[in-house]
């Protein structure tokens, strides 16, 4: 029996005296797309934040393949091979796409220390930099300014930058927000073709209810910091207390 | 550099060859203030490393470039070895305290690490200011002669200004160059990348400390360097070299031609050696000036004289 | 004994002088965000004010104490109007750099209208000589230093807990946008704001004016010892600047005294710790 990918055991977090993550508990299974549901203070984001190592849990330990990360740097989990995007995009403004990229390949191939050869000058790394970009449609704009971008363009690049660090989990904190419906629809087929292509396992946190019922294989839905259910989207739709808490009051 | 790439060579082709020939177009006093030039224009640039490519804004480089002169004098006054070694010995010794000083310091940011590499700045300047056995004290190392580059060299006598000046025209420029090859390397955009978002860096698998004390320590070795002409070029290290004041001066260099460019704090050292120049001619309170046209560049010009250059270019980035 | 009652007393007029001083630099840190190099110059330039009033206008001392700070205040408002507040949504490195050039234009105007020689300011009568208290002999202007420094504590505390003013200010420096949002004049407190931290400083110049000699660096030395007390006492807290002053008063009062030679690295020592251990200040949150 292997292991999950990625394992969370009886995850608590105490911000001051107010508990934002109460014992939570799930796995995320090697190729199964995964969604985290939830209103908003449910814990999502500081689920998400404990999991990519940029908050150390109070309580509880979280594994990688089996392997212990609790508590680890960030740059050492995004090494280990778990790689997020964040609520409000996190990117390198004042760089160009293609440098975006390329920052994510040589942090992942560990090639920092190289301080001679001219990054211009690299082509294997330029190929490899618009190879991702090519992933995401976003080649025909490498040498933008990342900062000039449209929103929607900005988010897909931050994912850019995630999976050239060649994750094998992925961290989607809330992908679609702010998008128009047109960029939505596009970055939901993005994530179901790379998925399809064994890209990366994609645990994804959502508002909106299409995208996650039409994406999810498996659901986890979280109230007030801790589980409320889990299943596939056709058991979460029919559950009583995920309607009564998170879908609105239903007359039944 | 992106935006002009047949005018930049071009020009500064025609400005190392009007240094080159320096010596016989210009008077014995162009020499001079063009050694001060080229020697504060590489101070300025290797703190440029840690401020325009890494985003730190240190308030305390003068310690390693005050320790690169005050090892130079030493070494000079005391040993006598041949002066390509005291040009190892400066920025080596500057390297090692940055590291040691830059281990503390790159645990902050924003303010709070400006603030202590001041404080450490400050503790550096008493230290040397204060072990008069050592360091003399407020009097400084003098009473040194300048050795020869290499021994056995006849034809260069560094006694001579202008062969001095060739000396500081080659470290300078091939300094410049490494430093320049550093900023375009993958260790450069890393820095560059922990300069725009370090937590994004972060996340990307870069371990965001140890590229922060790399870029203080080469830029401490650096400046190391600029001290070390410095200082016999003077014939005297004194304590006002390691002073918060003498930190200062990079930082507006820099920010008077432009951090976003590498070039930038080398124009920016040559206007502002040149302005001094000017202005003492005229009057005692030359900073008063200064002040003025910093308030200016500050209120209408914040990204230095070579954003004039650049304002055609649409695209921004370095 | 007496020799600790008077590095002790030594550590209060330092201190105090130090706390007014410094309080104006964190204030207008914590309201406006900006670190203001120029704060030393400013402290300065209230020294000189005392010395020209006394001298050219025949003011008496009481009378330069109360109009030197003033007329630094009007300065500080006009050069707030003009550039500072240009600055405030740039990069903090704009700030300072903006306030370093102040520091600049002021330092050599100063020597300009003064010259570079020294001068003393005496003080005035009632205040001269010395006076016995426990155990030991001091100058009365100290006691007064000591005394006024207090008053001066008291009174800013009150203004910004008491007062209408005092709250929207505190409100202002919590959340900018929010303050405007219900109807704070925003811009104009932040002018009043850097007035006030101006007039702190040269308040803190003038009362100084008798007991230090006036010189061109007075200013220079004065701006390192505000950083630290600031960075020891939290940027931003005033009770924190009344903490840093006092420990760094006591590092002078007693240093200078016992180890002269470290006297003169210990506020940076001090500074090194604070920032390293506790980055927010012995005051701060957090």
Request: hydrophobic content about 55%.
């Amino acid at each position: 029996m292997t292991a999950p990918l990625l394992e969370a055991r009886a995850i608590r977090h105490f911000f001051g005296a107010f508990l934002a993550v109460d014992g939570v508990s799930l796995t995320v299974r090697e190729g199964e797309l995964t969604a985290l549901i939830g209103a908003n203070g449910a814990g999502k984001t500081t689920f998400y934040n404990i999991v990519s190592g940029r908050l150390t849990p109070t309580e509880g330990r979280v594994l990688l393949r089996g392997r212990d990360i609790t508590g680890r740097p960030p740059h050492r989990i995004t090494r280990m091979g778990i790689g997020r995007s964040f609520q409000i995009t996190n990117i390198f403004a004042d760089l160009s796409v293609l440098e975006n990229v390329q920052v994510a390949l040589v942090g992942h191939a560990g090639a920092g220390l190289r301080l001679w050869r001219a990054v211009a000058r690299d082509q294997p790394l330029r190929r490899r930099a618009l190879a991702v970009l090519g992933r995401l449609r976003l080649d025909h704009l490498a040498e933008e300014h990342a900062g000039a971008l449209s929103h929607g363009d900005k988010r897909l690049l931050e994912l850019a930058v995630v999976l050239a660090s060649a994750p094998s989990l992925v961290l989607l904190d809330e992908p679609t927000a702010g998008m128009t419906p047109e960029e939505t629809r596009a970055v939901v087929a993005l994530i179901r073709e790379l998925a399809a292509d064994g890209e990366a396992t994609f645990f994804l946190t959502e508002h909106d209810m299409d995208v996650v019922f039409g994406l999810a294989q498996r659901v986890f839905v979280m109230h007030r910091g801790r589980l409320l259910a889990e299943g596939t989207p056709e058991d979460i739709r029919a559950n009583p207390e995920v309607r009564a808490a998170y879908l609105g009051e239903e007359v039944t | 550099m992106k935006g002009r790439p047949v005018l930049v060579p071009a020009v500064l082709l025609l400005v190392l060859a009007g240094l080159v020939a320096l010596p016989w177009w210009g008077s014995y006093f162009a020499l001079f203030l063009a050694t001060e030039m080229l020697i504060l224009g590489l101070f300025a640039a290797s703190f440029n490393l840690l401020f325009g490519y890494t985003g730190l804004l240190s308030f305390g480089q003068a310690a390693y470039f005050g320790t690169g002169a005050y090892v130079a004098a030493l070494l000079l006054r005391d040993i006598g070895p041949d002066f390509v070694w005291v040009l190892v010995a400066g920025p080596v010794a500057a390297a090692l305290l940055a590291a040691v000083i830059g281990w503390f310091c790159v645990r902050l940011t924003e303010v709070y690490f400006a603030m202590l590499t001041l404080a450490f700045g400050m503790m550096v300047y008493a230290v040397y200011h204060q072990w008069r056995g050592l360091t003399g004290g407020s009097d400084g190392v003098a009473g040194f002669s300048i050795t020869p580059l290499v021994s056995g060299l006849e034809a260069v006598n560094l006694a001579n200004p202008m062969h001095y000046y060739f000396l500081t025209l080659a470290v300078v420029v091939a300094s410049g160059y490494v430093l320049y090859r550093i900023t375009t390397s993958p260790f450069g955009l890393i820095l560059k990348s922990i300069r725009e978002n370090a937590e994004r860096a972060a996340f990307a698998g870069i371990p965001v400390r140890p590229y922060r004390l790399l870029a203080f320590t080469i830029a401490g070795f650096f400046a190391g360097v600029a001290g070390a002409l410095f200082g016999p070029f003077n014939r005297i290290a004194v304590p006002e070299m390691v002073h918060w004041t003498m930190s200062a001066e990079p930082v507006l260099m820099t920010i008077l031609g432009g951090s976003h460019n590498f070039l930038g704090p080398f124009l920016g050292a040559a206007v502002f050696l040149g302005l001094r120049t000017w202005l003492t001619s005229y009057t005692d309170q030359w900073m008063f000036f200064l002040g003025l046209i910093l308030l200016f560049l500050v209120l209408f010009l914040p990204r230095g004289l070579l954003s004039l250059a650049e304002w055609r270019t649409r695209r921004r980035g370095r | 004994m007496s020799s600790f009652i008077a590095a002790l007393l030594n550590s209060l007029d330092i201190g105090m002088l130090l706390f007014v001083i410094a309080s104006g630099l964190t204030i207008i840190f914590g309201v406006l965000g900006v670190l203001n190099f120029a704060h030393g110059a400013l402290y300065m330039l209230g020294a000189y004010l005392v010395l020209t009033a006394m001298r050219h206008a025949a003011l008496p001392f009481w009378a330069a104490v109360l109009v030197a700070p003033l007329l630094v205040a009007v300065f500080a408002a006009v050069v707030e109007r003009l550039a500072v507040s240009r600055v405030y949504r740039r990069h903090i490195t704009q700030s300072l750099l903006l306030t370093f050039a102040l520091l600049l234009i002021l330092d050599d105007a100063v020597r300009m209208i003064w010259g570079s020689g020294y001068h003393v300011v005496d003080p005035p009568a009632l205040l001269r000589g010395t006076v016995q208290a426990f155990g030991v002999i001091y100058p009365r202007y100290s006691f007064f230093v000591i005394a006024a420094g207090a008053v001066i504590g008291v009174g800013i505390w009150l203004l910004f807990t008491r007062t209408r003013l005092g709250r929207r200010v505190r409100a202002a420096a919590v959340d900018r946008d929010m303050a405007l949002a219900v109807g704070i004049d925003v811009p104009r407190l932040y002018t009043l704001v850097f007035a006030f931290g101006a007039w702190l400083a040269a308040l803190g110049g003038a009362l100084a004016a008798p007991m230090r000699t006036l010189g061109p660096a007075m200013g220079e030395r004065i701006i390192i010892e505000s950083f630290v007390v600031v960075v020891i006492g939290g940027l931003g807290s005033f009770p924190g600047a009344l903490v840093g002053a006092l420990i760094l008063g006591l590092i002078h009062g007693f240093g200078a005294r016992w180890v002269p030679e470290l006297d003169i690295v210990l506020p940076y020592v001090g500074m090194a710790l604070v920032l390293l251990l506790r980055p927010q200040g012995l005051g701060g949150r957090g």
